[in-house]
């Protein structure tokens, strides 16, 4: 999976396979790895075009309910 560094505060980098639907979040701190399982690409690309990167995330996947596992 290709990754995108990105700016943020609290995360480095994102990937996403849309075959999948898996979107990989590379976290600052400790840069741990994770992957969220049946994102919808229109989530994805909320994700890549907010204006808080964390802040997104928060909200609208793990609060989303999206299954995750550490890679």
Known sequence: MEMQA???SDVSEIGYD???AT???RF???SRLYDYYGVPE???LGLMNAPSIGQYLNVNIKKGG???AQV
Do not use: D, F, H, M
């Open 6 to 8: 990105v700016s943020s």
């Open 18 to 20: 849309l075959e999948t």
């Open 23 to 25: 979107l990989r979040i």
């Open 28 to 30: 600052l701190k400790g």
């Open 42 to 44: 229109e989530i994805y």
């Open 66 to 68: 999206y299954p995750y």
